[in-house]
């Protein structure tokens, strides 16, 4: 089956059924996600007194999967067949989740941080699973507006989810709140039934050395295209910047604009607002600008508000920040999706994804956790400014690449 007969003759990205279906299950997911990462957080801060090292712990939960798993999901997403694997993996956290609430029910607080540790794992199969089938599904010249859709919708969650998540838990619970998402997750993959049927042969025979074989396949993909090994540079040091960024956004609120630890929600709102605007705006021009372009663009205006946000101590100067960098963020969302999806054959696209997506989130976890030390030693201004620094060697590192076009053999790829 030619991918392209699902999709180029049709008339509207969203007459699309794959993504139709996809779109309602990740609205479906998201809804149970943010409702547990807020009923999580504030319940273990009740019962520990908020303390930082059982807090700390919530995302060692959810970062350490991808670490392990990120890369062996992505092998194997591309030897399953993805419509399966994606129902399998909701039904599995559906499972588990309701198993947890049974142990939470009779005692054990501690089996919480489960909730999010098993949710990650199964995820790094899931999420490549959707690349591969995104890929086979939606037509070259609309994969950025279908990147466009994705990025819109994880903005309204944005501004949405922490007040979703809050209100549920205040009003129901932990119990509640955990027993949300396992009937969300069940949902979901309900609504993946909707799915086409797989055409793509699975490659689950066992033959001796064939997974190991598999997985340094991916590396040795990456290494040999200039565009994804310059796309795993960025993706290091953007982690770098986000990490030290996100982790020290609370200090920016009360030692730079002198107000208190609540009002940081504003600008998480704000920043989600722009978000979802931003997200619209590339929508319409996607088209037209290739995906190496818009993570520049990105990644460069990232660099100058970073920097602004360090040194500024006027609260409308930093909500305009927030809102411009929001504005323009979806472009680094979206061009780095595009160009996985862009410059990796269709049979690869799981491993390509297992060995990037690692880089930016190892890299992100480090520099939180040299945040605080580096907080001791230098003032938020030049840790800012050493953030923004590397959001402009990230925009600088497309310069290379930034005329080379997807190979025609990725683009007319199709599953036999």
Known sequence: MNRHDTSTNAPSLLRNRFLQTILLSSVLLQIG????????????????NNDPYAISLISVAEFAPIFVFSFIGGTFADRWKPKRTMIW???LSAVSVFVVLLTIHYGSWQSVYLVAFISAILSQFSQPSSMRLFKYHV??????????????????????????????????????????????????ALVLIRLPEDDMKSQTAAVKG????????????????QVLRMLGLAFILAG?????????????????????????????????????????IVAVFAKRVPPQVLLAIGMLAGAVCTTIVGYSTSVPVTLTVQFLNGLVFPCIHIGISTMILKWSHASIVGRVNGVLNPMFVG???????????LKDAFSLSTIYSG??????????????????????????AQET
């Open 33 to 48: 996600i943010w409702v547990r990462n807020f009923a999580i957080l504030l319940y273990v801060a009740d019962r520990t």
């Open 89 to 91: 993996c909701d039904l």
């Open 139 to 188: 037509s070259e010249e609309q994969l950025q507006q279908g990147m466009a859709l994705f990025q819109s919708l994880m903005a309204i969650f944005m501004v949405l989810g922490p007040m979703l998540g809050t209100f549920v838990y205040s009003t129901f619970g932990l119990e509640t709140s955990i027993a949300v998402m396992g009937v969300v997750f069940l949902l979901s």
């Open 210 to 225: 064939q997974f190991r074989k598999d997985f340094v396949e991916g590396f040795r993909y990456v290494w040999q295209s």
């Open 240 to 280: 770098l910047a986000v990490g030290v960024a996100q982790a020290l956004n609370l200090f920016i609120v009360t030692e730079r604009l002198g107000r208190s630890e609540e009002f940081l929600q504003y600008l998480l709102m704000v920043n989600g607002a722009a978000m979802l605007i931003g997200g619209g």
């Open 363 to 373: 890299m992100m976890v480090i520099s939180m956790s040299f945040a605080g030390a």
């Open 387 to 412: 953030a923004g620094l590397l959001f402009l060697l990230g925009s600088l590192v497309m310069v290379p690449i930034m005329n080379q076009k997807a190979p025609e053999h990725v683009l007319t």
